[in-house]
């Protein structure tokens, strides 16, 4: 059974920068899409973004698109999460996800293991 660890999080002002890093242990790894997901509070989880299992596509929702990239390093068992320009609105607790399959998606059924998420505070 994969395990997921997030790290990175933090408190950063309006337009300032995190780097979100999810390493993955206990079983395969890049084989599988990754995908990165958010719950704000009182909000339900989104996506936020996702990575084909060789990293050369990747999908994001518009309101981040241009300002996070999702990267991730195979031979790490790690997959990370730039966010540049960041929002008081991107502020929520920031989970990584793996797949079920080797293409990229948006909904959560179509991963099954999940990290404990790491919490992103963005102050105005």
């Known amino acids: 059974q994969v395990q997921l660890v997030e790290s990175g999080g933090g408190l950063v002002q309006a337009g300032g920068s995190l780097r979100l890093s999810c390493a993955a242990s206990?079983?395969?790894?890049?084989?599988?899409?990754m995908g990165w997901f958010r719950q704000a509070p009182g909000k339900e989880r989104e996506f936020v973004g996702a990575s084909r299992w060789s990293g050369d596509t990747t999908d994001y929702r518009g309101s981040v698109k241009g300002r996070f990239t999702i990267s991730r390093d195979n031979a790490k068992n790690t997959v990370y999460l730039q966010m540049n320009s960041l929002k008081p609105e991107d502020t929520a607790v920031y989970y990584c996800?793996?797949?079920?399959?080797?293409?990229?998606?948006?909904?959560?059924?179509?991963?099954?293991?999940w990290g404990q998420g790491t919490q992103v505070t963005v102050s105005s």
């Open positions: 996800a793996r797949s079920r399959y080797m293409r990229w998606s948006r909904y959560q059924y179509d991963y099954d293991a």
């Open positions: 206990g079983g395969t790894f890049s084989g599988y899409a």
